[in-house]
């Protein structure tokens, strides 16, 4: 059995005993769960659930992080007279190679205002991205390559 399907379900357990239904109430069922899966991790020797999962939680606490930052940037942009955007296509080149990881990659940064996933190349090597904000074409590859990029492959290799 996945080990995260027995950790939900832990999680369910814990809140159906409780008599509740709450958010908090699952998550500290879940948290509970995963420190039991932990510590009886010897008898689970093929499994790569205690290493993916912190990364898995990694790039979801980083991509609500870039929501927020990005949100209060469109927002600024928005309610002050001048005007901070500067918007641009740039290229970025991919490591990500399966469809899985590009579609990741392409959907979390659409998902992020501020930019917007425009298409593949014919290759699939190159992501082209739309940033509201361009200052630096460069940094702007490099934020996307070494936070978002890097993360979901963290995650899905």
């Known amino acids: 059995m996945n080990l995260f399907i027995l950790?939900?379900?832990f999680a369910a357990v814990f809140v159906t005993l409780l008599g509740g239904g709450r958010f908090g109430?699952?998550?500290f069922g879940f948290i509970l769960g995963y420190a039991a899966l932990w510590v009886t991790k010897p008898l689970y020797p093929e499994t790569r659930y205690f290493q993916k999962?912190?990364?898995a939680l990694n790039l979801t606490l980083y991509f609500?992080?870039?929501l927020a930052v990005s949100n209060l940037k469109v927002l600024w942009d928005v309610v002050t007279p001048k005007h901070i955007n500067r918007p641009g296509i740039i290229g970025v080149p991919l490591d990500a190679r399966s469809d899985l990881e590009i579609f990741l990659v392409a959907n979390l940064l659409s998902l992020t205002p501020g930019t917007l996933s425009v298409d593949v190349s014919e290759d699939r090597k190159?992501?082209?991205v739309?940033?509201?904000f361009l200052e630096d074409v460069?940094?702007?590859r490099a934020a996307i390559?070494?936070?978002l990029e890097r993360r979901v492959l963290e995650v899905t290799r």
């Open 53 to 55: 999962f912190p990364k």
């Open 64 to 66: 609500l992080k870039e």
């Open 25 to 27: 109430e699952f998550f």
């Open 130 to 132: 739309h940033v509201m």
């Open 7 to 9: 950790n939900i379900a």
């Open 126 to 128: 190159t992501l082209f």
């Open 145 to 147: 390559k070494s936070g």
């Open 138 to 140: 460069e940094e702007a």
